[in-house]
């Protein structure tokens, strides 16, 4: 399987616990998005890399979340002391740099109890 | 403020008939638009997409509708399949980003 991605595909944790996801996009994608889809919405953009740069944050984004792309590869994307709040879909999609088309990954499904 | 609009969250047709979703948009610095498919617990399936130069973009049994002057695009599938049901997102395209901002979604449900 040569699509995007995702693991955990669920995680369940209790309130201020901190959590990691992984996302391994698409081979040969330079650009990595990050995004967040809450029950009856649509996906919500929260960050993106070009290769290892993270090149724009969502206000979205607080300073509880980070998220990394160390080799230019996989991605990481960290909550610390997570809120009820924060319970969502997290997604990821890959992209070609020049390119439009995102293709994205199964998401993970995270509950914070 | 949303940028990206889907008035209608839910849609229902009958097998063989033709569906209709659309989206409407503010921002005219949209260049790029992309309609989603999503089942449940999966992430979006990319089905089509179309570039603000053109006004139509089809692709099998899906044609994009692209209006400029109105900031409206509409997806037409014809003819409607019951594995069609599904939620359709329309996303708007940042270039200079690539960013997606995506509508609320319109739930499909075609019946047999």
């Known amino acids: 399987d040569t699509g995007v991605s995702q693991n955990p595909r669920h995680k369940i944790t209790k309130r201020g616990q901190n959590v990691t996801f992984r996302c391994d996009p698409i081979?040969?994608?330079?650009?990595l998005y990050w995004y967040r889809q809450t029950l009856g919405q649509g996906p919500e953009f929260l960050t993106y890399?070009?290769?290892?740069?993270?090149?724009?944050k969502s206000r979205l984004l607080s300073d509880r979340f980070s998220a990394e792309r160390p080799k230019g590869s996989f991605s990481t994307l960290e909550i610390q002391r997570t809120e009820q709040g924060d319970s969502a879909m997290y997604l990821c999609?890959?992209?070609?740099?020049?390119?439009?088309?995102?293709?994205f990954g199964p998401g993970t499904r995270l509950t914070v109890l | 403020d949303q940028q990206v609009k889907q008035n209608s969250p839910s849609l229902s047709v009958q097998e063989g008939r033709i569906s209709i979703l659309n989206c409407d948009y503010t921002?005219?610095?949209?260049?790029?638009f992309l309609w989603y498919k999503k089942y449940p617990a999966e992430g979006p399936t990319f089905l089509i997409s179309?570039?603000?130069?053109?006004d139509k973009n089809e692709d099998g049994r899906f044609t994009v509708f692209l209006n400029k002057s109105a900031k409206h695009l509409s997806l037409h599938i014809v003819p409607s399949q019951p594995g069609d049901s599904a939620v359709y997102f329309c996303?708007?395209?940042?270039?200079?980003?690539?960013?997606?901002?995506f509508g609320q979604g319109t739930t499909l449900q075609v019946k047999p």
């Open positions: 999609a890959s992209s070609l740099v020049h390119t439009d088309t995102q293709y």
């Open positions: 081979s040969e994608h330079n650009r």
């Open positions: 890399f070009q290769n290892e740069a993270q090149l724009e």
């Open positions: 921002n005219s610095m949209f260049d790029y």
């Open positions: 179309i570039s603000s130069i053109k």
């Open positions: 996303a708007a395209s940042d270039r200079n980003t690539g960013k997606l901002i």
